[in-house]
């Protein structure tokens, strides 16, 4: 995930907060006034055998995060290469990374040991086609059928999503991306090379990783890649328009999902059997107070969050909100379009991590010019304390509201938790108990939601590894296995959450403490003690 960058969206409306290290160490601040929420997580001890059968636990990671090797064998620099090595996240880039390109036989190895039923990760483009259309790389078509032979091998399913902010950095130049037509058929042809060379063995696809938040980061705010942002939003960019690049963004991921989808549905549905899905960043989201001013808010920054792709999915259009507050800036579906879009997807993938608690604040929406904020007419409540980032309070009670509000609004869809995780310190400890509680919590609050009828089909742990984070490089972690980035070798170390989440997917009852269950790898303490 790129958590600091998610988390410090909300944090960013308020104008006092813009700067970007702020922004990224007050990410967890926002969470700070919730505490009085109710507590409404399910059973304390809990098996996965609790689940109905054939329900799926995994965890993940993305190209530029793990594999590394991103001058080997013919890949060419993506956006994200560029940030990076323009300085965007703490001089950490993506040139080595966790080396999965080379390791990935032993990753998959801890994978099997670890007992995942599935693993999430995403193919980078400009490996696979190294000018973003054309010939494919035979290297990179190598690296990534070994890739999934290997998972297949081990009996784990492999999820992919094939765009994790990583577009070929020569087709930004070219025609700027997302925010331009013409990659509609660049990603539908580099689709339909996927679907072709790696379908036999793969069932879940997903299009984009969280087009809202790529969209903000990128297209508003101007902190993610492609960098593309204008004043008063954001003043760093050489290039954007922060009032209607997310939107248009936004459209043509749309779009180009759509035109994915139905590629898949015509050309390879019938032989591969498999789904077509594209995920979502969700929040839960709480009123400041029960007025009818907050309480709109509410439903209006679920419009924004959430309805701005699923909406289109689900029902063929952009929520009323959204168009009533965005106007002319909104771009808007053609008759046929809206028919392509409208079903697009099978499933949704969703990742949520915390909730926010927000306020009215429709008074911005006289303001001109407006952005995605400005539009969405809220406030979020802060607590601001960059001191605490790594001591959120764990809300699982958020996530049965998302799930919940899927089933309620949007008819319930077969939905995949593809990230949710705990943030700590990189490198302080291997004893990640609060890894362990959050997981445990929200595992929980899973199970609850699927007892009460929600179409929940699986659960992803964010992230496998120690991966590089979007904005906050190696500052942060969220993996079960510790990747030493002193040592040549990278080697991995497990963390008593990988050993408490491999109980858990062997069918052990567990609870919230590690301390019983644990049985700690004999290089644990070796490691701990480094
Ligand atoms: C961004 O712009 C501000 C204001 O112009 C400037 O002070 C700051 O140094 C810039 N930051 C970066 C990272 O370029
Ligand atoms: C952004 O686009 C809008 C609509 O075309 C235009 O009115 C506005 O001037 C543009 N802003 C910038 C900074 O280019
Ligand atoms: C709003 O009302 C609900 C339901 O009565 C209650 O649980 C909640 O605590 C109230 N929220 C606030 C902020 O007062
Ligand atoms: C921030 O956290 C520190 C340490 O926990 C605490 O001393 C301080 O009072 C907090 N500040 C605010 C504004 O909450
Ligand atoms: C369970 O589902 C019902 C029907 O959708 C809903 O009214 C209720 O709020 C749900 N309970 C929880 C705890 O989400
Ligand atoms: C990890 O932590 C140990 C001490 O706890 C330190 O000696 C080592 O340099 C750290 N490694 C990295 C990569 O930060
Ligand atoms: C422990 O680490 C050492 C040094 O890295 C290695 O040689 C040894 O095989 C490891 N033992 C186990 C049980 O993993």
Redesign the pocket.
Known sequence: MMNSFNLCVPVTVSPLLKKKKMCRLSFLLILAVQSALPAVFGADTYSRYDFPPGFVFGSGTSAYQVEGAANEDGRTPSVWDTFAHAGFMNGATGDVACDGYHKYKEDIQLMAETGLDAYRFSISWSRLIPHGRGPVNPKGLRYYNNLINELIKSGIQPHITLYHFDLPQELEDEYGGWVSRKIIEDFTAYADVCFREFGDRVQYWSTVNEPNIFAIGGYDQGIAPPRRCSPPFAFNCTKGNSSTEPYLAVHNILLAHALVAKLYREKYKLKQQGFIGLSVYVFGIYPFTNSTEDLTAVQRASDFFIGWLVHPLIYGDYPRAMKQNVGSRLPAFTPLELKQVKGSADFLGLIYYTSITIKDKSSSLEEEPRDFNRDMGVEFITNVNASQIFEEPIMPEGLQQVLEYFKQVYGNPPLLIYENGRQTRRNTTLRDTERISYIHAHIGAVLDSVRNGSNTIGYFTWSFLDVLELLAGFESSFGHYYVDLGDPDL?RYPKLSADWYAQFLKGKSVGPEPGALIEI???LS?ADSK
Do not use: L
């Open positions: 080697k790898g004999s290089n070796a």
